[in-house]
T-cell receptor, first 115, second 108 residues
Framework: NAGVTQTPKFQVLKTGQSMTLQCAQD?????MSWYRQDPGMGLRLIHYSVGAGITDQGEVPNGYNVSRSTTEDFPLRLLSAAPSQTSVYFCASSYGGGELLAEQYFGPGTRLTVT | AQRVTQPEKLLSVFKGAPVELKCNYSYSGSPELFWYVQYSRQRLQLLLR??SRESIKGFTADLNKGETSFHLKKPFAQEEDSAMYYC??????????FGKGTRLSVIA
């Protein structure tokens, strides 16, 4: 199993540009989430999905869109990049809710810089 | 609202010294608490969870509901323990809430 994969690893955008961060998992996990990691802020939840066709907002959803058309994929779209979105983005997945949810498997991260 | 507080951004200890990474939480129900670790240039991974009552890499953590704490402890720190540690809380079917993290630096 490849686990949770993310592409690209690094990206530089100009303000106003849009792009999609890709996330895929091959473990048949129902739950998938996107976090951003900023110095001194820890990990903050952007969006999450409890199954194909179902998404919900996390703590910091503004400026991001998600969709979950398949169990395997959970792309994160930046609509109009802003310097405040410079961060490291992590995708995570888990089997299900409750205790199972907590054992999340993380991707390697995407380091995004917006100039 | 759920909240996880890790009061120390950075903790430096000498090799062989005891380590305690503090974590406090606020949640009105019965929480499930976890510690995640991120070593340099690696992805986050689950270190341990309170429900398992296990010791991983010499680390233990006890849930104290009275003090709403879940401190991570190790009696003798090793250089390879240097990493970023995150305490996290789960309240059932909602995604994990993470603390801001503590960077542990073990000095040789």
């Amino acid at each position: 199993n490849a686990g949770v994969t993310q592409t690209p690893k690094f990206q530089v955008l100009k303000t106003g540009q849009s792009m999609t961060l890709q996330c895929a998992q091959d473990m048949n996990h129902e739950y998938m989430s996107w976090y951003r990691q900023d110095p001194g802020m820890g990990l903050r939840l952007i969006h999450y999905s409890v199954g194909a066709g179902i998404t919900d907002q996390g703590e910091v959803p503004n400026g991001y869109n998600v969709s979950r058309s398949t169990t395997e994929d959970f792309p994160l779209r930046l609509l109009s990049a802003a310097p405040s979105q410079t961060s490291v983005y992590f995708c995570a997945s888990s089997y299900g809710g409750g205790e199972l949810l907590a054992e999340q498997y993380f991707g390697p991260g995407t380091r995004l810089t917006v100039t | 609202a759920q909240r996880v507080t890790q009061p120390e951004k950075l903790l430096s200890v000498f090799k062989g010294a005891p380590v305690e990474l503090k974590c406090n939480y606020s949640y009105s129900g019965s929480p499930e608490l976890f510690w995640y670790v991120q070593y340099s240039r690696q992805r986050l991974q689950l270190l341990l969870r309170h429900i398992s009552r296990e010791s991983i890499k010499g680390f233990t953590a006890d849930l104290n509901k009275g003090e709403t704490s879940f401190h991570l402890k190790k009696p003798f720190a090793q250089e390879e323990d240097s990493a970023m540690y995150y305490c996290a809380l789960s309240s059932g079917n909602t995604p994990l809430v993470f603390g801001k993290g503590t960077r542990l630096s073990v000095i040789a």
